[in-house]
Nanobody, 126 residues
Framework: QVQLVESGGGSVQTGGSLRLSCVVSWRNYRPACVGWFRQVLGKQREEIATIDPGAGSTAYADFVKGRFTISQDKFKNTVHLQMDSLKPDDTAMYYC???????????????????WGKGTLVTVSS
């Protein structure tokens, strides 16, 4: 199984920055894809970014390109989401997600990742 623990959420003003972190641990198999989703209460969840821990390749949703950056610290088994130029529309619960299947396969078949963290709240005020 895979365990994910997020941190780094909080409150910022429009234009500010936050850095989310996700510590990834596993028992038998290292995740092949790790990413971030967000969800506003009552709305559909949105995929933000993914990273292939092995290859280091990344992918982003259009609405965060140029503002958010996903990265990893392999030695600490941690995935980060640097969020810059934050807007009130970015206010949401942010979840770290992971799967044993590849990011490519998940994207091709529009599969939802199997493992989710508990989430961390990001609030952006105007």
């Amino acid at each position: 199984q895979v365990q994910l623990v997020e941190s780094g959420g909080g409150s910022v003003q429009t234009g500010g920055s936050l850095r989310l972190s996700c510590v990834v641990s596993w028992r038998n198999y290292r995740p092949a894809c790790v990413g971030w989703f967000r969800q506003v209460l009552g709305k559909q969840r949105e995929e933000i970014a993914t990273i292939d821990p092995g290859a280091g390749s990344t992918a982003y949703a259009d609405f965060v390109k140029g503002r958010f950056t996903i990265s990893q610290d392999k030695f600490k088994n941690t995935v980060h989401l640097q969020m810059d130029s934050l807007k009130p529309d970015d206010t949401a619960m942010y979840y770290c997600v992971a799967d044993l299947r590849s990011c490519t396969l998940l994207t091709a078949y529009r599969e939802v990742m199997d493992f989710w963290g508990k989430g961390t709240l990001v609030t952006v005020s105007s």
